[in-house]
């Protein structure tokens, strides 16, 4: 089964920045909505943002609202979150998934096709 590959996370202090990247060897990602979602240890899987297959509407939880931003590049079959401004907080395991309908509601158990997630560790 096709699956979903999550990449660019690592280490960074507060204040720093990542770009995660979400791409598809066997599945073309433009008809689908994708989602970014975290999950820290001891918690459930959160939604962070959702991007529509247009890419013309997005949606993002409060708490990373003017920090990250998410966006697509249907040319490279690769769907982008751009991390600024980072919080110790912002540490988890990030994942993608991808919904064959609406973006919204942006909810894990609403998305599927996950990866192997990517960690993003925000640390002094």
């Known amino acids: 089964q096709s699956q979903l590959v999550e990449s660019g996370g690592g280490s960074v202090q507060p204040g720093g920045s990542l770009r995660l990247s979400c791409t598809a060897s066997?599945?073309?990602?433009?008809?689908?909505?994708i989602g970014w979602f975290r999950q820290a240890p001891g918690k459930e899987r959160e939604a962070v943002s959702c991007i529509s297959s247009g890419g013309g509407s997005t949606n993002y939880v409060d708490s990373v609202k003017g920090r990250f931003t998410i966006s697509r590049d249907h040319a490279k079959n690769t769907v982008y979150l751009q991390m600024n401004s980072l919080k110790p907080e912002d540490t988890a395991i990030y994942y993608c998934?991808?919904?064959?309908?609406?973006?919204?509601?942006?909810?894990?158990?609403?998305?599927?096709?996950w990866g192997q997630g990517t960690q993003v560790t925000v640390s002094s």
């Open positions: 998934g991808r919904r064959d309908g609406l973006f919204r509601p942006c909810m894990p158990s609403r998305y599927d096709y």
């Open positions: 066997e599945l073309t990602l433009d008809a689908y909505a």
